[in-house]
Every structure is written in C-alpha cells, then in structure tokens.
C-alpha cells in the first residue's frame, strides 16, 4: 500500500486523515507543487521550492518547514514507494481553525500533505504525446500565478475538452491565448521562433517553462514572450505545451484547425529531448 506523508508522519494512504475544519477543504485556502522524478530522482527541486515559498508569501501563509526537510521526505517517500518514475505532490494549507473568512492566529499549524504517483512518460514518442486542444474562454481568478489548490474551472475544462473529443483545452483572456489548463503554451512562427505568454499575473510561472527557454537558448532559437491569439496560434508552424507532468509535448490540432502538417513538429521534438537529458543530469 501507498505511504503518504501528513504533519510529520509516515503513513499508509488509508490512515492518513486530515480535519473537516481543514482551511484547505473549507476555503481552498491551500498552495501546492508538483516535481517530476526520473530514475527516483527529482528534477527541477530547487526551482519547485522557490515557486512553493513565492506561493505562500503572496498569500501570508505562515510556514516553518525547511528546504533540507522538504528534500528528505520527498527522497523518503520515493524510497518508501519505489518511485523510479512518476510524481511527488506536496499541498500546504493554512491549517485547521474554527470557519471564518478571517485567516486564524499566525501560530496555526500547517496541513502539510506529501503523496506519489507512479507514472511512465520519458520514453514516449511524439506521436503518442501529439496533443488536440480546444479553445475556451478563461474563467479563473486573476491571480493564476499563485499555484493555489483552486483547480475547479481547470478541472471543467479538461473535462469540457474530453466531452468535445480533444485532451485538453487552451485558455484565452480577452482575445488572447494565456496558457492550458495545466501547462504553459507555445507556438513557434513561420520564421522559426518559439513564441510564450510573458510572465504575468494571467499565467502561471512555470518551472518546466523557464528549463525549456533555457533550453531553447542554448540552442540558438529566438524566443518571444508575448501574447498571441487563437488566429496565429492556429496559423502556426508548430504547436507544444510544457509542463512538470509532460515535459515537452507536441499539439496537432486547435480547436478544428490541423497546426502545420498536422504531425509532431521538430522544434518541440528537439526540446523535450534535450529538457530530459539536462533534467537527468541536473535532478536529485
């Protein structure tokens, strides 16, 4: 059976129980991370971290946990589970107090949840990641840089896509794309460059985003952090996602439009293979 971390305890995932008082169940008032483990190592920690202690600080969410401690139950829990590959969730809320709209006492102890998910996704193709996404308008609160457990409207539009045929769906805020439902979007121009949403409050800063530009830098490709619309996103020459679940992954098709020959292209094909050698290198 699965073991799972809550509140300094190691614990098999049916014994673990968190209060009905639990801010993060009551309020949604709860930050999460989520880190990629390749060969039971984990990539892209540091960055995870940092992203983990801006989320917090915007929401003067008190937190005593140390780096060093975090590190040592993510490992203990790859051991504990035999993780080679797959995930580690960590969700922080705000703890448990009596309802009020008014956050409780600076002194209320955290909820802090760790868990596992084995899962295969390194040795895929670009074929079988080849993506269709669809289009729908951006409902969710105007703060999508704090990684917060609110995942409602995410969560409907993956399941407004699947209805619709697709596997995932592309947010769009005034005209102009900010990212998918759980990952930063790309598209790469007729004239070869990589074009992604600027950092702003409308997307979320993601770790396996700044990697990949990293990436594209060290190849020599020209990068442009604008905004971009669903026009020229479905006149596009190529079309990916990135994410820490998928890495790298190709989309085909937006909404009813093939993008390019409608297969894989070589710019993102390229980048998830270099993401994923640096990853290994670099990882934990």
Not at 63 to 91: P, T
Not at 125 to 130: I, K, M, N
Request: proline letters at 3%.
């Amino acid at each position: 059976m699965r073991q799972v971390y809550l509140n300094g305890q190691y614990l098999p995932e049916t014994e673990a129980k968190v209060s009905i008082f639990d801010r993060g169940f009551v309020f949604g008032d709860a930050v999460y991370e989520v880190t990629a483990v390749l060969e039971g190592k984990l990539i892209d920690f540091a960055g995870h971290l940092a992203r983990l202690h801006r989320s917090l600080s915007e929401l003067d969410m008190p937190f005593s946990m140390d780096d060093a401690s975090l590190l040592a139950v993510h490992r203990e829990l790859l051991s504990l589970n035999q993780v080679d590959e797959g995930l580690v969730y960590l969700q922080v809320t705000r703890g448990a107090a009596d309802r009020d709209f008014l956050f409780p006492a600076a002194d209320t102890p955290n909820t802090i949840v760790l868990f596992t998910q084995k899962k295969k996704f390194s040795d895929k193709t670009p074929e079988q990641l080849a993506m269709r996404v669809i289009t729908l308008e951006d409902q969710r609160w105007l703060r999508c840089d704090i990684k917060t457990v609110q995942l409602l409207y995410s969560s409907m539009a993956k399941n407004i896509a699947k209805k619709a045929g697709a596997d995932d769906a592309w947010l769009v805020r005034d005209g102009l794309i900010t990212e998918g439902s759980s990952s930063n979007a790309y598209i790469v121009t007729a004239d070869g460059a990589i074009v992604t949403r600027g950092i702003s409050n409308l997307i979320l800063s993601g770790i396996t985003r700044a990697a990949v530009l990293e990436c594209a830098r060290e190849l020599g490709l020209r990068l442009e952090e604008r905004a971009f619309d669903v026009a020229e996103a479905k006149a596009a020459k190529e079309a990916f996602i990135t994410s820490a679940t998928t890495f790298v992954s190709p989309v085909v098709q937006i909404d009813d439009a093939a993008i390019g020959d409608g297969k894989p292209g070589p710019v993102a094909a390229r980048l998830r293979e270099i993401y994923l050698a640096r990853s290994r290198q670099a990882a934990i």
